[in-house]
């Protein structure tokens, strides 16, 4: 599998190829990459891209994993209808093929670090969460004739399980390398071990009975906040080490504060107390004030002068958005992107990033 780059997060106006139905509430999304464009969007299987539209007057931006394993000129991802959801629910009533979206160069550190192989992966998936997982697959069992792939994933019944048809295609081609678990919590299956939540008993069943952490050389893991935290709660505790596991979060579980830090209106008021804040991007350097009282995130307030600072979530899950600090101190608010030695370079998520002190000079070229 291939390793990740981090570059620049700049969008592109791509157009979309074909839309797929997928289950009653998801889709997949194909898009034509422009010869010219090609390397911007060369990516790693387990990276995601970010879509940006406009719905009912609002900049609305979220990010979606790439759902196959890499493939010159297009790119795939799956979206699931996230019911009350605004992206979401915009993208599957309204995406036709034809259509021009912008979209953001791949990202992400979802990625195998075992590149040459050979090697066990598993992965422990809920929902949509197959999809970045769906690549990781191809891509292993394709890169190397000793590499094996265990996937453990959750749905709610058999009708919402996304990419099913490719999954089972994929068990054709690999009988003995690639092997599925579907877990189903509102429908019986034959195994008890398959039926029902994925809590902690079961999640211990499994690693009793299917999975053998000993057998393991990488993990992914993809779905709910509580899925994600359990799992990995679980593998420590079975002496599975940090660094052989990889984890993406598509929300933090608490929607409230998604999207609540960009794009949200603040004046700045003559005479009041203010925070300066420069930021240097693409190598030019910008300065803007954040009244103290607001608690205003530094992305928030660099959008006010520079709409091209890079971001997706907004919710301290994606890492588009981190800088490194040059000077001045912030608070971070939230943090489920960085990683500790990226945290011990001085790089914070602007989106979740208030200053504590009166001036703050950050980095988003770094
Ligand atoms: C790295 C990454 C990769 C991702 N990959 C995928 C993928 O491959 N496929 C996929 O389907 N998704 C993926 N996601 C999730 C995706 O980006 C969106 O978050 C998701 O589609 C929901 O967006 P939305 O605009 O539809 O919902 P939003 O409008 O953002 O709302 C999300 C949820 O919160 C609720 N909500 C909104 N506002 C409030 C409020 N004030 N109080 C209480 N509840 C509220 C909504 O009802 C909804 O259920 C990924 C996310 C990340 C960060
Ligand atoms: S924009 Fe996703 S973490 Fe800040």
Redesign the pocket.
Same mark, same amino acid.
């Given at each position: 599998m291939a390793t990740t780059t981090r570059r620049r997060a700049s969008f592109h106006d791509l157009t979309v190829s074909a839309v797929r139905t997928l289950t009653d509430d998801?889709i997949e999304v194909s898009f034509t990459v422009p010869p010219e464009l090609v390397d911007d969007y060369s990516y790693a299987p387990g990276q995601?891209i @970010?879509l940006r539209t406009t719905v009912e007057g609002d900049d +609305?931006r979220?990010?979606?994993?790439i759902?196959q394993a890499p493939v010159t000129g297009e790119l795939k +991802? /799956?979206?699931?209808?996230?019911?009350?959801?605004?992206?979401?629910?915009? @993208?599957i009533e309204n995406l036709r093929a034809g259509m021009q979206l912008a979209v953001m160069v791949p990202e /992400?550190t979802?990625t195998s670090q075992l590149v040459d192989g050979p090697a066990h992966f598993v992965a422990i998936a809920a929902g949509?969460?197959i999809? %970045?997982v769906v690549a990781l697959i191809q891509a292993a069992l394709a890169g190397h004739p000793g590499n094996r792939f265990s996937l453990v994933y959750s749905n709610r019944t058999a009708m919402d399980t996304m990419f099913v048809d490719e999954l089972a295609d994929l068990k054709d081609r690999y009988p003995t390398r690639l092997a599925l678990y579907h877990v189903l919590t509102r429908e019986r299956r034959s195994s008890e071990l398959l039926s029902g939540r994925l809590d902690a008993e079961k999640i211990g069943g499994i690693l009793d009975q299917l999975v053998s952490p000993s057998d393991v050389d990488e993990w992914f893991i993809c779905g709910p906040f509580e899925l994600v935290q359990l799992v990995r709660d679980t593998l420590a505790e079975r002496g599975v080490a940090a660094g052989d596991i990889r984890y &993406?979060?598509?929300?933090t579980g608490r %929607? &409230?504060r998604?999207?609540g830090q960009s794009g949200r209106p603040i004046v700045v008021e003559e005479g009041q107390a203010v925070h300066t804040i420069s930021f240097q991007l693409d190598g030019t350097t910008a300065t803007v004030t954040s009244p103290v009282h607001s608690n205003e995130s530094i992305l928030n307030a660099a959008l006010r002068v520079r709409s091209d600072v890079p971001f @997706?979530?907004a919710?301290g +899950?994606?890492g588009t958005c981190r800088a490194t600090v040059v000077s001045g101190t912030v608070d971070m608010v939230e943090n489920y992107a960085l990683e500790p030695e990226e945290l011990a370079r001085g790089y914070v998520l602007t989106c979740q990033s208030i200053p504590t002190s009166e001036f703050v000079d950050v980095n988003y070229d770094s």
């Open positions: 998801s995601y @970010a +609305v979220r990010s979606y994993s759902c +991802v /799956g979206i699931k209808r996230d019911l009350g959801g605004l992206f979401s629910t915009w @993208a /992400g979802f949509s969460g999809t %970045p &993406e979060l598509f929300t %929607p &409230e998604l999207g @997706a979530c919710g +899950v994606c």
